[in-house]
C-alpha cells in the first residue's frame, strides 16, 4: 500500500456507548488516524480503563475538552457525542477557534433548523444560531451531495432515522396519506445513553416491555421537519417508543395508508427503487419483514412492506442498529463524505448474527 | 379450617407452559386438588421430570389421554391445554363419555361461534359443531354470568385478551371510531409454547425484536367476533404481533380516535369507570403507561390511557402476563365462576419484580 | 376464619428490592399487617411511585426514618433492609426507644459474631457492640431454636445461605476435606440491589458473564464464621462470585474431596438424611442437578450431588432466589419463628417458571 | 490493489452457527472466494433464507454434499462444520476424491490423536484412523508450525480452547501442581448449535443458569490430551460447563496451586511474557479480571490473573467469544497459516461492545 497521510480525528465523549462505536469503527478505517480522545469526568485515564475491550489497542490517553489546544494539533475532524444542550457551546467554541474544522455531530443540537422549533421543543434559545443555520442534517440518503461540501453535519437521531428511510420516498412520492402515518417504535438500551439511572439498571429492564416519553419524544421534532419537508406540506405522525430487553436496534413498525388507490405493493416498488443502489438501505422481498438481529453492529438498514388485510393499508417495518447507522455507522458515514473516502470506507462489517 | 369436599381436577396438557402454570396455580388453590394430569409424549412420567420446578410436591404421575376411564374418577372440571385443532376432538370424547363434568378449554377450538368464520381461518369444518354453540367465551369481565352456568368455557387467546380490555367498553360505549383502530401487540416468548423450533431457540430470540404474522394472525378473528359484537357492527382493525426476548408479558399499544369530540381523558374515564370494581383489571392514573413487568406472575391486567398530541387521538397501552390472565390465570378464574368459589381464589400473586 | 389480631410489621428501607420483596411476601401472610414502611430520599411518596406493581393495594405512605415516633404505634417487629454500615446505628436507636420490638436485619451489619472480624472485614469498631452479641444469626436450617427466642437476627448473606445449606452437615460431619474447598458462585443482578450505578446498566450487564470482588469478597467473612462453627476447626474456602444476566438466582458449584474414603454417594446420603424434613431445602436425587429457573420466586433451596470423574471428589451445586430464600423469604421465615406462627406461614409459593 | 487470484474456500454445513460465522468473516477477507457452501436440509437454498443477514451479500445457493463432484471446482480449502460423527467420513470421501483439497475440521472427530482415546469417549472405533494421525490439532497458539504444513487441521473445541491457552504456557513451566486443577467454564447459547430441542428455547434458558454435563463433558478428552503433553506427564482435571443465558462468550473460572513456592503474580508473569506477541491473546494486567463481553465478535481471548487469599493458589480467568476464537475465527486463523497469508488476516474486527 503506497504511504498515506491519514486524516487526523478527534473524538468529544469518548467515555458513552457513541463514543465507543465511533472508535471500534475508526481503529479499522484505513484512512483515518485517532489523534484525540475526551472525556471529561474521565480525564487521565486510558480508554481501556472505560472501555475494556479496546486494552489490546494503542489509543491516546482520555483528555478533556477545555485542556485542548484547538489552535495545535491540526485535527481535520471531530465527533462530537456529547450530550444534549451543552454540544452547541462546545462546537461553537471550537469553531471559533479553528475555523477549518469538520464536526460531525451526535448529538440533537443543531438538527432543526428552525429557530422557533429548536426554542418550542428545548424551552430556550439557540446558541449557536449561525452554525444552526450553517448545520447540514446528515442523513446521507437524503442529503449526500450537501454533506460533501458541510463543514458542520448534524448527525440524525436513531429512532428518526428508522423512520425516514422507509417514510421519506414515500411522502416524496405522494405515495402515502400524510394524516394518518403511525409509527410504533421499539429501541434497544443503548439508545438511552450510559449514565447511571435507575430506570435503566439491569433488573428494572430484563425481562419486561414498556412504552415511554408517549405523546412528547422530542426526536417528533425531527421527523416533523424532514417529513413536512420531504412531502411538501405539514406532516404531524404519531410516534410511540418503547423499550426491548436487548441492548443493540430499532424496529419501527409504521401503518400507512396509500393514496389513490395505490397499494401496498407499490409502496414497496417505491422503496425498492429508490434505494436500489444505496450502500446501506436493503429493501426485502414484498411480504418479508426485518429483524433488528440481522444488522446488528452493520450500519445496514433493512426494510420490509407487508399488506394489511385492511385495503389500501400497508404495514411497513425497518430495522437498524441504534449505535451503528442509527448513531456512529451514519457519523462515519458523513465523514467519509466530508473528508473524501470512498463512502462504505470502515462501515463494511456484516452483521453479528446469532 | 372445617372438613371440606375438593373439587378434582384435571389437567389435560401438563407439559406445556399452560399446563404447567395450571398446575403452578392450582397447588395454592384450597378449593381444589389435581386428580389427574396428562402428557401422551411423557405419559408414565412423573411430573418433576418435565418441570423440576415441582420436584418438592406429590402431584399424580403423568397419563396419556386415552389410557384415562371417563367414566370412572369423578373429576368435576378438566382444563385442556392441548394444541389447537386436536382439542375439539378431545373433548368431544370427554363430554361425550362424561357429560356432568366442566371444561375450561385453552385452546382456539372454540373461541368462534360462528361455524362459517371458524372454516374461513381454520380451513375446515368445525369437528363439534354443537359444542362450539354449547362454548361460552371466557373473557371473565365481559361474560361472568353465563360462565357461572357454563359446562364450556372457551378461555380467550393471550393476544385477545390483552386487546379485548380496553378495547370491548370504549367500543360498546360508541367512544372511538371502529374503523381507525390500530392494535400493536408485542409478547414475550412463552406465548409461542415449548415445542421445539429453531425460531425460538435462546440464540435466534435474545438480543433481537422483529414482527411476525403480519396481515394475517389468527387471533384476528377473536378481536373480529368480539369487537363486531361489543360495537354492534362489524369491526375489523389492523392488528400486529412482535417478539420481545423475554419470557412473559403481553404489552398492547394501541392507537384509537375519541368520537364525537370526546378526548383521552374521557375514554379514559370510561375504563376507570368500567373497571372499578374489577379484581383484576387496573386502570393506571391518566397519562401512566403500564409495564409487563409490574404484572409479572399475577392475573392483573394494567391499562394506561395517554393524549396523543394529535388532535382527538389517545394511545392505550395494556399489559398483562400472557400465562397468567392471557391463559391460565384466567382460566382459572372461570373455573372458580362455575364452580362456586369466589373469583379471586388462588389468583391473589402480587406480581414478581424485579 | 376466626377473628384475628395481626402483627404489626414495619419495613425499614421499602425502596429497595429486598424491600419491595418483603412487601411482595407480606401481603399475602395471613397473620401480619403493614403498618410502616421507610424510605429516605422517597418519603412521602406512595410505594406504587417507587414499585408499580403495588398499584391496586393498599399500603401505608412511604416515611422518612428520623420521622418516626418509635414510642407509638406499637410495631411487634421491623424488618431492616438498609444499606450495610448504617444499619447499626439505626437498630441500636430503634431498640434503644423501643426496646420490645423484634428486629430482622437483612444487611450484613451483625452477621458477624467477633467484634475482631468485624472490625477486620469492614475497617472500623463495630458501634453497638451488645447488640452484636445479642444478634442471632439466621440461618433458619442451623439456628431455628435460638431464633425463636430472639430479639435481633441477622439474616444471612444471599451467597453465604447458598454455599452453607449444602456445606454445614457436611463439614459437621467431617465427611469432606476442610482444606480443599472451592466455590465458584453465581448470581443474578439483583443481588447488587437498585443503587443506579454504571456497572449495572442493562447495556453492560446483558449479554456477558463475569468474575468479580475475586479474591476478597465480604461474603468470605460470614463463610468463614460458620464454616468454622461448624467444622471445629478454623476453615478458610476459596470462592469467587459471578454476575450472570438475569435478574434473580443463586448457583453455587461447589468441589470437595470426601474424608476417609467417604464418595460422592456418601455425600448425598448425609445431605438427603439432613435435610429430610426441611420445609424449604430439597436435596435432588443422587446425579441430578438443579438449575435456578426452578426455584425462582420460591423459598426453596435445590441441592443436587454428582461424582467427579477424579476418585473420591464430588461436585455439589445448589440454588436459590437471592431475593426470597437469599434474602426476604428467609427473613419471613425468621419472623415466623420469632413471632410463633408456623415457619412457612406466607412461603408457599410455587416457583415462577418460564 | 492489485489483481489476484483469491483462494477458492467452501463451507461444508453452512446452515448452523459456526458456518455462519465462517460466512460472516470469509466475506471479508481480501483473499479468498466463498466458492461453496453446503446444507443438507436446506439444499436449493439461498443462504439469505437460513441466515437473512447476508441478504444484501452475493453468495452461491445452498447445495447437499453429496451433489458435489469433487475433482471439478478446484476448492483450495473447505471447512467442516458439521456434526461430530458424521464428519470424519465425509473428510474421507472429500480428501479420497481430491486429496489436494486442505481442510480445517471445525468437529471434534479430529482433535484425538490417540484412537484408543477416541474410541474409549466416543464408544466406537474412528472411521479414518490413517486421516486421525495426520491430524493437526489447531490450537494456533501451541502448534503454529506444523499447522503451516498441514492438510488437515482439527480445529480446537471452545471450551478447551479457553482452558488450554491459560494453563499449557503454566503446565509446560511445570509452574502449577497439575494434580490439583478445577476448571469451571461458562458458556454462552450459541454454544450448543441451532438444533432445535426444547431445553434449548429462549424460555427454557432465559432467567436461569445452571451446570450440565457434570463429570463426564466430552471436552475433557482433549483437555487430559494437550495438558498431558504440556505437562509431559498425565493430567486429569475436574471440569464443570454451565450455561449462561447469553449467546456469545465462554468464561473459564480455573483454580490452580502454584509448585515450588510460585505466587500468582509468578503464574502471571509467565503467562504475560508468553503471549506477550501473540496477535489474539491478550493477558491484563495483574488482578485485572476479564468479560466475555469485550471480546465479543472478535478473535481475541483475554486472560487474568488473581491471587487467592488462600496462600500459594491463584485464581485464573479466561474469557473468548466462542464462535470466533473458539470456533470460526482460530479456523480462519488456521486456513491463513495452511494458505499462506498473513495471520490476522480477515481477524482485525474489533469487540461489539455494548
Not at 14 to 39: D, F, K, W
Not at 211 to 232: I, K, T
Not at 253 to 265: A, D, F, L, S
Request: glycine share 10%; with cysteine.
Amino acid at each position: 500500500m503506497p504511504e498515506i497521510t491519514k486524516a487526523k480525528i478527534g473524538v468529544l465523549g469518548a467515555s458513552g456507548y457513541t463514543g465507543a462505536e465511533l472508535v471500534r469503527l475508526l481503529l479499522r478505517h484505513q484512512g483515518v488516524e485517532l489523534a484525540l480522545l475526551t472525556a471529561d469526568r474521565r480525564a487521565g485515564q486510558e480508554m481501556r480503563d472505560v472501555f475494556p475491550q479496546f486494552s489490546p489497542f494503542g489509543l491516546p490517553k482520555l483528555v478533556s475538552i477545555e485542556s485542548i489546544d484547538w489552535s495545535g494539533p491540526g485535527l481535520d475532524l471531530v465527533f462530537c457525542a456529547l450530550p444534549h444542550g451543552t454540544t452547541q457551546k462546545v462546537i461553537k467554541e471550537v469553531l471559533g477557534k479553528a475555523p477549518g474544522i469538520k464536526v460531525v455531530d451526535l448529538s440533537a443540537d443543531f438538527r432543526l433548523a428552525d429557530p422557533a422549533a429548536y426554542a418550542r421543543w428545548y424551552g430556550h434559545a439557540h446558541q449557536a444560531p449561525e452554525l444552526q443555520q450553517e448545520a447540514v442534517y446528515g442523513l446521507v440518503e437524503a442529503y449526500r451531495e450537501r454533506i460533501r461540501g458541510a463543514r458542520l453535519v448534524a448527525n440524525p437521531g436513531c429512532y428518526t432515522t428508522c423512520a425516514q428511510l422507509p417514510l421519506i420516498p414515500l411522502l416524496a412520492a405522494r405515495a402515502i396519506d400524510a394524516d394518518e402515518i403511525v409509527i410504533d417504535a421499539k429501541s434497544g438500551m443503548t439508545g438511552a445513553g450510559r449514565a447511571a439511572k435507575e430506570g435503566m439498571l439491569f433488573s428494572e429492564v430484563s425481562e419486561g416491555f414498556h412504552a415511554y416519553g408517549v405523546g412528547h419524544h422530542r426526536h417528533m421534532a425531527e421527523l416533523d421537519q424532514e417529513f413536512s419537508s420531504a412531502a411538501g406540506r405539514e406532516v404531524v405522525v404519531t410516534f410511540t417508543p418503547h423499550l426491548v430487553p436487548m441492548n443493540r436496534g430499532i424496529l419501527s413498525t409504521i401503518y400507512v395508508r396509500g393514496n389513490g388507490g395505490g397499494g401496498p405493493q407499490d409502496l414497496h416498488a417505491i422503496l425498492q427503487k429508490h434505494y436500489m443502489s444505496e450502500p446501506f438501505v436493503h429493501v426485502l422481498p414484498f411480504g418479508a419483514m426485518p429483524q433488528t438481529r440481522h444488522v446488528r453492529g452493520s450500519n445496514l438498514t433493512f426494510i420490509g412492506v407487508v399488506k394489511d388485510r385492511i385495503a389500501g393499508r400497508a404495514i411497513i417495518c425497518a430495522a437498524l442498529d441504534n449505535l451503528v447507522k442509527g448513531a456512529s455507522g451514519q457519523a462515519v458515514q458523513n465523514m467519509n463524505l466530508m473528508l473524501g473516502f470512498p463512502e462504505a470506507t470502515g462501515l463494511e462489517q456484516v452483521a453479528l448474527f446469532p
